[in-house]
């Protein structure tokens, strides 16, 4: 009797430890997301994009390991609406987020939006956010309250501080702040080991968390200007102070793929690195290069939009490859939730599932109909078929240089104001630069550009048609300063 007490006890024990080590392995299959996600950097910055003089040796190797996008796209060329497309999956303006927030005022990513951050949480993923945020910089906008478990970085642009003329403005919203979590534990003068601490701070929280599932999130605040680089790599790089700022951010992604490596869990890790926009090339010498296209940062041209953009995940991702299929922002959010079984919000997000085109499947279809882009408060600027090739602008006006270029003291020219007074067209996949009208010989396309458009207009507005939205959800407004 006793022999076959202590065989029912082995037993149970067995299945235990089975079941047990059946639930760690399960855990252990969920991917680990790291999106690295760089500020004003340009579609040129990186050596796999063509920079003639800037070194990116990791993201070199990150691209041979993985996949390089070269139709991949902000859904706006500004920093908070950039970053709430990115986070929720969603077109900035459903949330009724435009350009980039000021400091201290009230408003910021509504509290009911779901982040990838949230996305994740239920299934027991460990988050964090190192980097810039500006989603709304009062406590009740930060990312501990979006879904992120530690947060640590400066809560807006880094040039929104009284030492930095802006376009001729001084802002006056004192110091920068430096906030961990929900509090300030420093003000800074010196940005130059930013890009370093940011580091620091998510291969800790990789060591930290290598046994479970996990979200990392880094939003560099580099190379949005003032430009500030550490002792490692000043005057280092053949591209000025500018270069020496990318070349440190390259360092940084090889830190943490190293973290990666040296922890276990590199085969199962998606790694996504992207910027926000193109580069502000007002300030010359102090921007990027978005060659060989059109414009840069807060236009809806090539230059303003397309963006590099490099995903890594051994244990999934076909390495070498080079995708020209388009892709947005938007599509990140419920890709990440088919990935990992996560369960979407029940509001309309717009993105869609990439996954069979992030890991090369035989014959993707596109998997949007079209991209839209809008910019400054809800004005529709173009709308681009879902293979990448059509491109129809509606008249707006936009920024330029208008071929000046800027100088090299850290100091913006300014830029002049150009009016498109007529729709135009144009065939990215034969004139990438923009440079050649063909509306009057694709009328067929025109006309189904324009359906794509109106859909665009009635479900989000269009403030160039006097046009309200029907699908359009609050912003995140404090109730004393109102809603927007």
């Known amino acids: 009797m006793n022999q076959y007490r202590c065989l029912l006890v082995t037993t149970l024990g067995l299945l ?29 910055d990186v050596g ?14 990150m691209a ?14 500004v920093c908070s609406a950039s970053r709430a497309s990115l986070l929720t999956g969603c ?99 010196d940005q130059s080991l930013l890009t370093t601490w940011y580091t620091e701070r998510a291969v800790s929280f990789i060591e930290k968390n290598k046994d479970q599932a996990f979200f990392l999130y880094v939003p560099h605040s580099m190379p949005h200007v003032p430009l500030f680089v550490s002792e490692k790599y000043q005057d280092k790089s053949a591209a000025g102070r500018y270069g020496d700022v990318i070349e440190e951010i390259d360092w940084s992604v090889g830190e ?25 090339l007002s300030y010359g010498g102090h921007s990027g290069r978005a060659l060989p296209l059109r414009e840069g940062k807060g236009t809806a041209w090539e230059g303003g939009v397309r963006v590099p953009c490099i995903m890594r995940w051994p244990a999934r991702i076909k390495p070498g490859r080079t995708e020209k299929k388009p892709a947005m ?25 990439m996954t069979d085109l992030m890991i090369g499947k035989d014959k993707v279809a596109p998997h949007q109909s079209a991209y839209y882009f809008y910019y400054k408060r809800n004005e529709l600027h173009a709308v681009m078929s879902g293979d990448g090739r059509w491109k129809l602008y509606y008249p707006h006006r936009y920024r330029s240089l208008n071929g000046r270029t800027g100088t090299d003291d850290g100091q913006p020219i300014p830029y ?9 067209l144009y065939d990215l996949f034969n004139d990438v630069q923009e440079t050649r009208n063909v509306l009057a010989e694709h009328p067929n396309v025109v006309q189904r ?19 309200e939205g029907a699908g359009v959800r609050p912003v995140g407004a404090l109730e004393e300063e109102g809603t927007e």
């Open 256 to 280: 943490i793929l190293g973290a990666l490596k040296e922890n276990g869990i590199d085969e199962n890790t998606l790694v996504i690195f992207t910027s926000d926009n193109g580069p502000w």
């Open 64 to 77: 041979e390991e993985g996949v390089r996008f070269t139709n991949f796209y902000v859904s706006q060329p």
């Open 48 to 61: 796999c994009y063509g920079s003639p003089d800037i070194k990116t040796p990791h993201l070199d190797q």
């Open 329 to 353: 922002t938007i599509d990140v959010f419920p890709t990440i939730a088919a990935l990992t079984g996560a369960n979407l919000p029940e509001h309309t997000i717009d993105g869609k599932d």
């Open 449 to 467: 550009l324009e359906a794509y458009a109106e859909k665009a207009r009635t479900e989000l507005g269009d403030r160039l048609m006097g046009r």
């Open 91 to 189: 077109y900035a303006n459903r949330l009724g987020i435009h350009g980039a927030y000021m400091p201290y005022v009230g408003k910021g990513l509504h509290p009911n939006e779901v982040t990838i951050a949230e996305l994740l949480k239920p299934l027991g993923y460990a988050t964090a956010q190192y980097g810039k945020w500006h989603l709304g910089s009062e406590p009740e906008f930060l990312p501990t309250r979006q879904g992120f478990d530690e947060y640590f970085g400066v809560p807006f642009s880094n040039d929104m501080w009284p030492y930095h003329p802006s376009q001729g403005t001084v802002f006056d919203f004192g110091p920068l702040p430096l906030v961990e979590n929900e509090q300030t534990i420093d003000t800074l003068d």
């Open 16 to 44: 235990l430890c089975f079941s047990s080590c059946r639930e760690k392995q399960e855990d252990l299959s969920l991917p680990n997301i790291v999106i690295i996600f760089t500020d004003d950097q340009g579609y040129q």
């Open 416 to 424: 002049e104001q150009n009016d498109l007074t007529q729709m135009e």
